[in-house]
């Protein structure tokens, strides 16, 4: 006979709005039951390249229970309830997250020092984010992310292209990203199988992070090899492979998931 889980604590969730000079932010923030005083560092969740706030379904609570700590999630802008994006992504716009709006998000929520997790893509802007902000980012986590352009990525990519062509699955991107779920689609297959993109690298912002590093990677991502936690976390600290896992690990294995950041978490 199993023993029952036991009850998470209380978390309080709110939505907010942020202010870019371009438009405004949809974002929520967990807060935990917490004794500690000062309370830890908030995490700051990076979503993927179709990704939205309700698509972290219940991760980001359990994350914010479990750890103690505060978690923000936010809509970049063209997705889910945030504005339009003005215009194309061009092949900085990965950077472009760490050094233009993180610190708007920060200076309005209230956020000094704080963890950076991303998934996917939102990895890469994680990882942008700690070396662009050293002196505040006080830990790292990857969640499937890509450190490179890779075959295999764009492989999974080109599948993704094919499925799109069914407007079956841009409906079922509109549930989370509305009249701007074309755009959202272009904007992932079209930057990163543009030649723009090609030399696209983490090399440089990876030289420059100064935090602990975790990257998690799904045994079965179809997305992108072991080759790239382990780039990210080289010298720098911990790959972690979770197996049966593919490349949306906060879906397919989300208790390990949340297991794993805190136990690194922990002591930070």
Known sequence: MSTPKAPLPNVDETETRIRLADGSLFAKVWTPESSDDPPP?????????????????????????????????????GFGRSDSYPGKLDAGFVAAEGQCVVPSLCDQLGIDDFVACGHSVGGGMAVETAARLPARCRALVTIAAQAFVEDKTLAGIR??????????????????????????????????????????TLEPALAGVRCPVLAIHGERDEYGSAEHPTRIAAGRGTARILPETGHVPHRESEALLVEVIEGFLRGI
């Open 41 to 77: 560092a908030p995490i700051i969740l990076f979503h993927d390249s179709l990704g939205s706030v309700e698509l972290w379904r219940g991760f980001p609570q359990r994350l914010a229970a479990t750890t103690g700590r505060r978690v923000v999630a936010y809509d970049r802008l």
């Open 159 to 200: 599948v993704a292209q094919r499925g799109f062509e069914d407007p079956a699955s841009l409906a079922k991107l509109a549930k989370y990203h509305g009249d701007k779920a074309a755009w959202v689609a272009d904007a992932w297959i079209n930057t990163w199988l543009s030649p723009e993109f090609a030399d696209w």
